[in-house]
């Protein structure tokens, strides 16, 4: 073998710095070896303080390089095509901790999990078989799954993404658009007409701007506003401080999660969470 011809390896690389080549051929060994993990993070009801679902967020130990960021192989994972097969599995083993985590909130048939997908999983031309083939292995309700997707996708692919998502919708999933309220508001106000969606989820950063910037708290007040006449749901993310949840509940938001709540979680230490409180209605006094 030359030179040329052999594997590069950069051991001491920090992961943001390694080339896609690299950080994929790690990644998919990640997936092999069972090096990927979920944490779930709740989405509470800001009246009661009930647990409404979860969203699933991956992570990846690594044995050498430790902790790597979602923020470095997540894109890098969209780049190369792997994204795919780690939704699938991200998918499979989110449903499968839903019926192990309803019996913590009162077997609660209507809680859900939200699972994120990217432009590549919904341009995948197998993607609607999967999870009609993984919803049906299960015995949770197609209700009971959120597809959580980001505006770049709709703008990216308008037409396959209106076709797709409203095969979903039909099928009775749960479809929310994630980062809502960046951008351009003439572009993304526009997407509750668009696209056939049953939530919005406020992007953290306007969340956190709206108790110092009086802007962001007009446009968390009008998104509210028009998704009500759409009888969609709204859910604010980042939520850090009770003054917020608060101000989100008097607002008229339905729905938040973020650290004031709790930090994103393994199933186990979520567990045992859930066995110590039956909701967060403490956080909302």
């Not at 999870?131 to 959120?146: E, G, H, K, L």
């Amino acid at each position: 073998m030359t030179s040329e011809q052999k594997p590069i390896e950069l051991p001491d690389t920090p992961a943001d710095q390694l080339p896609d080549e690299i950080l994929a051929k790690e990644f998919q060994a990640a997936m092999d070896e069972h090096q990927l993990s979920l944490y779930y993070q709740p989405i509470v009801h800001l009246k009661s303080g009930l647990v409404a679902g979860f969203e699933t967020l991956m992570r990846w130990n690594h044995p050498n390089r430790g902790f790597i960021s979602p923020a470095v192989f997540i894109p890098m994972a969209e780049r190369t095509g792997l994204i795919v097969e780690a939704s699938r599995w991200a998918l499979k083993e989110a449903i499968r901790a839903l019926k192990r985590l309803e019996s913590h909130v009162g077997h609660n048939e209507h809680i859900y999990m939200s699972v994120n997908f990217s432009p590549n999983d919904l341009a995948d031309e197998s993607f609607l078989d999967e999870m009609y083939n993984v919803i049906s292995a299960s015995d949770v309700r197609p209700t009971q799954v959120q597809l959580e997707i980001t505006g770049d996708l709709l703008r990216g692919q308008r037409e396959n993404s209106k076709t797709i998502l409203g095969i979903c919708q039909k099928t009775g999933l749960k479809i929310a658009i994630d980062d809502y309220g960046l951008g351009d508001p003439n572009v993304f106000f526009k997407y509750m007409d668009d696209f056939p969606i049953s939530a919005v989820k406020i992007d953290h950063l306007v969340t956190c701007d709206m108790l110092k910037i009086p802007e962001a708290k007009e446009l968390i007040m009008a998104i509210i506003s028009e998704a009500k006449k759409r009888d969609i749901t709204i859910i604010a993310e980042g939520v850090e401080q009770k003054e917020e949840a608060l101000l989100l509940r008097e607002l008229g938001c339905k729905y938040g999660q973020g650290y004031y709540f709790t930090k994103p979680l393994p199933e186990r230490e979520l567990t045992t969470l859930l066995l110590q409180i039956s909701a967060f209605n403490e956080h909302l006094k």
